[in-house]
Structures are given as C-alpha cells and as structure tokens.
C-alpha cells in the first residue's frame, strides 16, 4: 500500500508459503496500477538477496532489516571460537587450530556461500572442553560461517542512514491496515474454504477499507 494507506496490490497464498518471495509479483502489481514506486517498506520476510537484487535493479530502496541470522550469524554471543588472520584459520576455545577449510554453496544460487572449517577429532576426543562442543564418536568437528552477499553489505550501510531509519516509522500504518482488515473487515476468518474464496472474500475487503480511506482523503 502507499504512505496515503491505500491498498495497491495483493497476493493470496497458503499459510506455510513466505511473503517474501511474493514481493516481485506485489510491486508488478502496484506498478501496472500506476504505482511510482521508490522505495519499498516491510519487515524482514522481504530483504532475502533475491529482492535486494530485483529492487536494486529497478532503483528501489527497500527499508527492511536484515534477517538477524543473516546480519549477526548464526553463532550466539558466548561463541569463543577465534580467528587467525595469518593462518586463515579458526581456533577453538581450547587453543586448537581447525585443520582445512571448504566453501560451500554456489556465488549466483540465491543463497549465502558458508565457510566451514575442519578440525582434528583425535584431539577432540581428548579435550577437556569436548562436553558440549563435540559429539562423542562423531567423525567430524566443523565450525562454519556465513558469508554475506556484496547485496547484504549494502543493505547492513543502508540501515544505518538516517533515510531509513525515518522511513521505518511508517511501518506501523501496514499492521495497523491488517488489523482493520481482520477485526473491522472480518478477514481474519475464513468465510468459506479454499484459495480462491479467500482471494473473493480479499477483494471484497481491500475493496471497502480502499473506498473508506479515499473518501476520508477527499473530505
């Protein structure tokens, strides 16, 4: 929807389905509606790389935080694993250092590349940190690291402008147009069963929360 809260495009899917794939088709949608669109505001469903990509190709801002998987890694904070900038290498919290390491994902796929650093299991197996760290009679002890994308960089710089920032305050007016939906609209139950009875009884809804907001812009 735009700033003014009317409602430009909207895709009906199955409840296990994500949002954020279905951005392209929403902003083609808003956009042969005669949409301006220049920036694009929603949580953090819609910044995965695919649409940094697809937005960055049209010259489209889209203020939405990264994953915090994606921004922080995957590692929690008590994580003592070190980095050997000379060696290139992991250490572990016990002083080891990892003994290979292999990149894995493809540059291009739509996935973050991740690191994964190998360790020697003898010493693993003898160490006096092992509880918790290594997997009795496991084979293997691997370490790995996301690596972000050049669009995921850019997008962690974007979020720290003030652009952004005064921008993400408008993100209120989407949850607050959903609840008027739900709880105004009855769209928070499905009236009948089915994909597109749930798309009819959305049309009718978008519909008259649309006509409301016109008229109020009017008067």
Same mark, same amino acid.
């Given at each position: 929807?735009?700033? #003014?809260?009317?409602i430009?495009?909207?895709v009906?899917t199955?409840?296990e389905?994500?949002? *954020?794939? #279905?951005?392209?088709?929403l902003?083609?949608?808003?956009?042969?509606?005669?949409?301006?669109?220049?920036?694009?505001?929603g949580?953090?469903?819609?910044? *995965?790389?695919d649409?940094?990509?697809?937005?960055?190709?049209?010259?489209i801002k889209?203020?939405?935080?990264? +994953?915090?998987?994606i921004?922080?890694?995957h590692?929690?904070? #008590?994580?003592?694993?070190?980095?050997n900038?000379?060696?290139g290498m992991?250490?572990?919290?016990?002083?080891?250092m990892?003994i290979?390491?292999?990149?894995q994902?493809?540059?291009?796929?739509?996935c973050?590349?991740?690191d994964t650093?190998?360790?020697?299991?003898?010493?693993?197996?003898?160490?006096t940190l092992? +509880?918790?760290?290594?997997?009795?009679?496991?084979?293997?002890?691997?370490?790995?690291?996301s690596i972000?994308?050049?669009k995921?960089l850019?997008?962690?710089e974007?979020?720290?402008? #003030?652009?952004?920032?005064e921008?993400?305050?408008?993100?209120y007016?989407?949850?607050?147009? +959903?609840?008027?939906l739900?709880n105004?609209?009855?769209?928070g139950?499905?009236?009948?069963y089915?994909?597109?009875?749930?798309?009819m009884q959305?049309?009718?809804?978008?519909?008259?929360?649309?006509v409301?907001?016109?008229i109020?812009?009017?008067?």
């Amino acid at each position: 929807m735009t700033e #003014e809260r009317i409602i430009t495009a909207a895709v009906v899917t199955s409840a296990e389905k994500g949002d *954020g794939p #279905e951005l392209s088709e929403l902003l083609e949608i808003s956009q042969e509606n005669g949409i301006e669109v220049d920036t694009i505001i929603g949580d953090a469903a819609y910044s *995965g790389k695919d649409n940094l990509k697809m937005a960055g190709e049209q010259e489209i801002k889209i203020v939405a935080k990264l +994953n915090p998987s994606i921004a922080q890694g995957h590692r929690k904070q #008590e994580d003592t694993f070190g980095y050997n900038k000379d060696a290139g290498m992991f250490v572990c919290p016990a002083g080891h250092m990892a003994i290979r390491k292999a990149r894995q994902g493809k540059k291009d796929d739509g996935c973050n590349q991740v690191d994964t650093y190998y360790f020697d299991v003898e010493k693993c197996k003898t160490c006096t940190l092992k +509880n918790g760290c290594y997997k009795p009679d496991s084979k293997t002890k691997t370490y790995s690291v996301s690596i972000k994308s050049d669009k995921h960089l850019e997008q962690m710089e974007f979020q720290q402008t #003030e652009y952004f920032k005064e921008k993400a305050k408008h993100r209120y007016k989407i949850e607050a147009k +959903n609840s008027e939906l739900k709880n105004v609209h009855g769209y928070g139950r499905a009236a009948s069963y089915g994909i597109a009875n749930m798309q009819m009884q959305g049309a009718m809804a978008i519909f008259a929360v649309n006509v409301k907001r016109i008229i109020k812009l009017m008067n």
